[in-house]
């Protein structure tokens, strides 16, 4: 037997590039600092793709959204581009994304960002009233044109990602919520067609908030991180339910999970087309299933 290779080709684009018409401010504390931050998003100019610019470092270099300058930190998405760092931007990521805000300059007065309520619906409703403006350069679009699960993710045994082409050249997200400790968080399911219209993203993904179990938050707090987040702020999971905080959607944490790979997948400049299915992954794992699918095309 052959294992098939998944496959995505660059395609014909099927829109322009944008940006914000106008600047929009998001301000809050960061949930593993404490520290109050501003993220100010900022029009930029074709082909700049989303750029961060730390103003409390003023002389230091802006940090491009790309795949290529992540590092490894657990539970959240950070970016370092010499010597200067952000944190936790992947729900901001999943926001600009679904916004289709292609090129941004992110002006931010601390590292990590606001973490708000958990989700991306604060930046993602922010970005929509602020709106989008069309540019002149055409987006990257990448389809995938031959089935099979990306190899070498890594990751807890069982963590895969497949992908497959899509008939109709949508693109389709499913996230399959696997714990490993029983009981902890019920085992769930979220799909989304993400090529539907942002205000469906706000209203069914965007609002899903992060979770841990009781125990990882005792673990948290312990060593002293995220002391000013309670349990209105984050999904705290004890016996299999939140304590203190009704659930938005029976599957917010996989419709999370789902928001957090669509904020990985942003890492990429491009448009995807296709059908991609995580199980049991993390943002490492999705990290490396963009760097798998970039390294088969010239996407530059
Ligand atoms: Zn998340």
Known sequence: ???????????????????????VDVAGFGFWSSQDVVYSFRPAESNSGIRFFRADLPSSQPIPARVEYRIEK???????????????VEHVLAALRAARVDNCNVVVTAPEAPGLDGSSVVFLNALLDAGTVEQECAKVTLQVVAPGSIPGLGGAPG???????????????????????????PNQSASFVFSRSPRDFAREIAPCRTFLTLSEANELRKLGICRRVTEKDALVFDNGAPIDNPLRFDNECARHKLLDMIGDFALAPVDWIGRFKATKTGHQQNANAVRYLLNQVDWR
Do not use: F, H
């Open 74 to 88: 657990p539970r959240q998405t950070s970016l370092v581009a010499d010597g200067a760092q952000v944190d936790m």
């Open 159 to 185: 963590a895969q990602i497949e992908i497959a082409p899509d008939e109709e050249g949508e693109t389709y997200y499913e996230y399959n919520l696997v714990y490993d400790v029983p009981g902890a968080i």
């Open 1 to 23: 037997m052959t294992i098939q290779e998944p496959k995505v080709v660059r395609v014909d684009s099927k829109r322009n590039q944008r940006t914000l018409a106008q600047q």
